[in-house]
């Protein structure tokens, strides 16, 4: 069974990047990245180190422990 760790990940940054009302490619230029790369970790294709989670946390005005509770959520409590 494939590990869905990464796609909840990205699906917390999808919906922290709507609820800000920004679009891929503007939040891959804020991080400095291609909309390819952005869009691979919406998706849960790229892993991303921690410096860029924490880089993308603050762009989106979340942080490491709301990420931490969605994944509680939606990922640790369902396996």
């Known amino acids: 069974m494939k590990d869905d760790y990464y796609k909840n990940v990205g699906s917390f ?3 922290k ?9 503007d939040t891959a230029s804020a991080m ?17 180190c921690l410096k860029e989670c924490f880089e993308i946390c603050e762009y989106l ?11 509680n959520k939606h990922y640790y409590n369902k396996k």
Do not use: C, P
């Not at 990047?17 to 490619?25: A, F, L, M, P, Q």
């Not at 400095?32 to 991303?48: L, Q």
């Open 32 to 48: 400095g990245h291609a909309k390819s790369w952005y869009y691979d970790i919406e998706i849960g294709r790229n892993r991303i």
């Open 61 to 71: 005005d979340t942080n490491m422990n709301e990420l931490q509770e969605y994944l």
């Open 17 to 25: 990047r709507e609820r800000k009302g920004v679009s891929i490619n």
């Open 13 to 15: 940054f999808k919906s």
